[in-house]
């Protein structure tokens, strides 16, 4: 997996990229952020995104979806929709840390479902 980095308006992304089609994004928004206003400001940010992008959201989608993270099982929203003649979801988490919010964003595309499931635990198991 390809790593890097940023930080920008106060917010520090971290971004694994892999040769397939797994993406995952960890972003530690600094208070007063709530899970909320985070869970909101990344659900339209990237379904605006991918409708720039001719992408066509399936029923379902923006629904809930649970994993495991840092040990609890957490609740989720989850995009899933077709682009570019892939089946893709991603998958969207706002978890409250001390005064932060942490942002997990987990991407795959429905053919790569065996890889994400051997990949994704590896780093929500390691975040702390």
């Given at each position: 997996?390809?790593?890097?980095?940023?930080?920008?308006?106060?917010?520090?992304?971290i971004?694994?990229?892999d040769?397939?089609?797994?993406?995952?994004?960890?972003?530690?928004?600094?208070?007063?952020t709530t899970?909320?206003?985070v869970?909101?400001?990344?659900?339209?940010?990237?379904?605006?995104?991918?409708?720039?992008?001719?992408?066509?959201?399936?029923?379902?989608?923006g629904g809930?979806?649970?994993?495991?993270?840092?040990?609890v099982?957490?609740?989720?929203?989850?995009?899933?929709?077709?682009?570019?003649?892939?089946?893709?979801?991603t998958?969207?988490?706002?978890?409250?840390?001390?005064?932060?919010?942490?942002?997990?964003?987990?991407q795959?595309?429905?053919?790569?479902?065996?890889?994400?499931?051997?990949?994704?635990?590896?780093?929500t198991?390691?975040l702390?």
């Open positions: 997996m390809k790593v890097s980095s940023e930080k920008e308006s106060g917010i520090a992304t971004n694994l990229d040769e397939e089609s797994l993406f995952a994004m960890i972003q530690l928004y600094p208070s007063p899970v909320g206003e869970r909101k400001l990344l659900m339209e940010s990237f379904k605006t995104e991918f409708t720039s992008q001719e992408a066509k959201f399936l029923k379902g989608s809930p979806v649970k994993r495991n993270i840092q040990g099982e957490r609740e989720g929203r989850i995009l899933d929709f077709e682009l570019g003649g892939h089946r893709l979801n998958e969207i988490y706002a978890i409250p840390e001390d005064k932060r919010v942490v942002a997990v964003i987990l795959h595309t429905v053919a790569d479902a065996e890889l994400a499931a051997e990949a994704f635990p590896i780093i198991d390691s702390e």
